[in-house]
C-alpha cells in the first residue's frame, strides 16, 4: 500500500503529534509500505518558522528516508485569530505539496487542524484515493470546553466543517478510547468507519538506564531529587500547577523541579515562578526526542498534569508512555483515560487536577519510599513495552484497515476501568 500522510506538524519540531506520525510512518516504511509526507515549514511550538527553513516557498527533502515535502505557512501560535491564520493558510499552501507527491492508495490527515480535512479530502478525490482522517484532538470541542473560543459563528462552522470531513472520510481514526467514544455516540460516526491508533513510545529509545551524571552537574542538579515536566507548555497542560507545588516544597533543598520544552504559556509560567521567587525550578527548551532520554534518566521521578475539564478526560498524554517506558514513577495530576492508565499499569499515583497542594504532598510521600518508587517504575515499563510498543500499535492498526482486527483486551480493560477508582498517596 503507499500513503501519504498531511500534516501541519512534523519533526525536526518536538511534541507528541510529531514523535506520533514520525513513528507511524517509519513502521509502515518498515513493513514495506511506500510513505510520503506533506507538512508546513517547521514552526512549532514557538510559532517561527526555524531558521533553516525560512524564506522558502517550497522543499523537498528525506527524512529516514521517507520523502518530504514542506510548504510555506503563516507561522501564529498565540491569539486565536493568529492560530486560525495559520491552520487555513496551510490548508491552501499544502495542495502544491501534495500534488507534488506520488498517488497513494490513502491519505491520512492529521487532525487538529481540523481545516487539513478539507485539501486531504480534494487530494484523495483527485487520486481516486481513501481518506482516513485522524483524529488527536477533538477540535473544536476541546477549544469550547477549554474556554479558548466563544460560540458564534465560527464555531458553527467549525462544527459543520467537522461534521462534513466526518461524512466524507473513508476512515477515522481515535488516538484515545475517549475520542472514539465521542466518534461513535456523540459525533455519529458509523462504527465501521471508525478506527483505533493509540499514543506508544519507542521502547528501544526510552528504556531504563543510569543517570546521566555529566548533564545533572551541568545543569546544577548534583546531589537533588529531580522532578521532571517534559513536554508542551501549553493551556491544557495547566502547568501552573507544578510550580504552585514547587512553592509548598521549597522547604526541601534536596528537591528540585526541571521543566523542559516550549509552548504559548512559557513566558507567562517563568513570570509566575519569577514572582514566587522559586529557586528550585529550572526551564529548559525544548530537545531533540534523541536527547531526551538524557533528561528522562536524571530525574527520580515524572509529572504529567492536565486542566480540569471534560475534554482533558479524555486525553492520554504521550509524555506518559515516555515516562513509563524508561522506568519512572509518575504523579498524574488528571481524571479520565489518564488516570486509568496509570492506575491500570499501577506506575505511580493519581491527584486531583489543578490541586497544588494534593500535588505537593504526593511528590514528597512518593520520594520518601524509594524502594516503592522503583517498582512503580518497572511496573510501568513492563506494562508499556507488552503493550503501547510502536511497531505492535502500528501492525494492528493496519489489520483494522483491512477489516480483520479490532481493540485489543487492554484497551477494553482501560476503558471498562471506574473513573472514581482514584489511586491517593
Known amino acids: 500500500m503507499k500513503f501519504v500522510v498531511l500534516t501541519q506538524y512534523f519533526p525536526p519540531e518536538v511534541g507528541a503529534s510529531q514523535v506520533r506520525l514520525a513513528a507511524l510512518c517509519?513502521?509502515?516504511?518498515?513493513?514495506?509500505?511506500g510513505v510520503e509526507v506533506v507538512t508546513a515549514m517547521p514552526h512549532h511550538p514557538m510559532g517561527r518558522i526555524f531558521p533553516p527553513y525560512r524564506g522558502r516557498f517550497y522543499t523537498h527533502e528525506h527524512r529516514n528516508g521517507i520523502p518530504i515535502h514542506r510548504v510555506w505557512v503563516y507561522a501564529g501560535n498565540t491569539a486565536s485569530l493568529k492560530r486560525i491564520l495559520s491552520y487555513v493558510s496551510f490548508a491552501l499552501m499544502c495542495l502544491y505539496g501534495l500534488f507534488r507527491a506520488k498517488q497513494p492508495d490513502?491519505?491520512?490527515?492529521?487532525?487538529?487542524?481540523?481545516?487539513?480535512?478539507?485539501?486531504?479530502?480534494?487530494?484523495?478525490?483527485?487520486?481516486?484515493?481513501?481518506?482516513?482522517?485522524?483524529?488527536?484532538?477533538?477540535?473544536?470541542?476541546?477549544?469550547?470546553?477549554?474556554?479558548?473560543?466563544?460560540?458564534?459563528?465560527?464555531?458553527?462552522?467549525?462544527?459543520?466543517?467537522?461534521?462534513?470531513?466526518?461524512?466524507?472520510?473513508?476512515?477515522?481514526?481515535?488516538?484515545?478510547?475517549?475520542?472514539?467514544?465521542?466518534?461513535?455516540?456523540?459525533?455519529?460516526?458509523?462504527?465501521?468507519?471508525?478506527?483505533?491508533?493509540?499514543?506508544?513510545?519507542?521502547?528501544?529509545?526510552?528504556?531504563?538506564?543510569q543517570t546521566d551524571e555529566g548533564l545533572k552537574n551541568a545543569l546544577g542538579l548534583a546531589g537533588k531529587q529531580v522532578i521532571l515536566y517534559a513536554g508542551n507548555h501549553g493551556y491544557a497542560g495547566a502547568v501552573d500547577q507544578i510550580l504552585r507545588a514547587a512553592n509548598r516544597l521549597r522547604d526541601d533543598p534536596s528537591l528540585h523541579f526541571l521543566l523542559v520544552g516550549d509552548g504559548p504559556e512559557k513566558p507567562a509560567l517563568k513570570m509566575l515562578a519569577a514572582s514566587l521567587q522559586l529557586d528550585n525550578v529550572t526551564f529548559r527548551d525544548s530537545v531533540p526526542i534523541e536527547s531526551l532520554p538524557s533528561y528522562v534518566s536524571i530525574c527520580d521521578l515524572a509529572v504529567v498534569t492536565l486542566r480540569k475539564?471534560?475534554?482533558?478526560?479524555?486525553?492520554?498524554?504521550?509524555?506518559?508512555?515516555?515516562?513509563?517506558?524508561?522506568?519512572?514513577?509518575?504523579?498524574?495530576?488528571?481524571?479520565?483515560?489518564?488516570?486509568?492508565?496509570?492506575?491500570?499499569?499501577?506506575?505511580?499515583?493519581?491527584?486531583?487536577?489543578?490541586?497544588?497542594?494534593?500535588?505537593?504532598?504526593?511528590?514528597?510521600?512518593?520520594?520518601?519510599?524509594?524502594?516503592?518508587?522503583?517498582?512503580?517504575?518497572?511496573?510501568?515499563?513492563?506494562?508499556?513495552?507488552?503493550?503501547?510498543?510502536?511497531?505492535?500499535?502500528?501492525?494492528?492498526?493496519?489489520?483494522?484497515?483491512?477489516?480483520?482486527?479490532?481493540?485489543?483486551?487492554?484497551?477494553?480493560?482501560?476503558?471498562?476501568?471506574?473513573?472514581?477508582?482514584?489511586?491517593?498517596?
Open 26 to 33: 517509519a513502521e509502515l516504511a518498515s513493513a514495506g509500505h
Open 106 to 209: 490513502y491519505v491520512f490527515v492529521d487532525s487538529p487542524p481540523l481545516s487539513s480535512g478539507v485539501p486531504g479530502w480534494i487530494a484523495a478525490r483527485w487520486w481516486g484515493a481513501r481518506l482516513v482522517f485522524n483524529v488527536a484532538d477533538l477540535w473544536p470541542d476541546s477549544a469550547r470546553d477549554l474556554g479558548l473560543m466563544r460560540d458564534g459563528i465560527v464555531m458553527r462552522l467549525a462544527f459543520r466543517l467537522e461534521r462534513w470531513i466526518y461524512r466524507r472520510a473513508s476512515y477515522v481514526t481515535a488516538v484515545t478510547e475517549g475520542i472514539r467514544e465521542t466518534l461513535l455516540r456523540s459525533k455519529h460516526v458509523p462504527r465501521k468507519k471508525v478506527l483505533f491508533l493509540p499514543n506508544g513510545v519507542d521502547t528501544e529509545l526510552f528504556q531504563p538506564c
Open 309 to 425: 475539564s471534560q475534554i482533558t478526560k479524555g486525553a492520554r498524554p504521550a509524555k506518559a508512555f515516555v515516562m513509563m517506558a524508561a522506568g519512572k514513577p509518575i504523579v498524574m495530576a488528571a481524571e479520565g483515560e489518564a488516570e486509568r492508565l496509570v492506575r491500570t499499569a499501577a506506575a505511580g499515583v493519581v491527584v486531583p487536577p489543578e490541586s497544588p497542594a494534593a500535588l505537593a504532598n504526593a511528590i514528597r510521600v512518593m520520594l520518601s519510599d524509594r524502594v516503592r518508587l522503583h517498582k512503580m517504575g518497572m511496573n510501568g515499563r513492563s506494562f508499556v513495552a507488552a503493550n503501547f510498543a510502536w511497531p505492535s500499535l502500528v501492525h494492528t492498526w493496519l489489520a483494522q484497515l483491512s477489516g480483520s482486527s479490532q481493540i485489543g483486551p487492554t484497551e477494553r480493560q482501560l476503558h471498562l476501568e471506574q473513573d472514581n477508582a482514584r489511586v491517593s498517596s
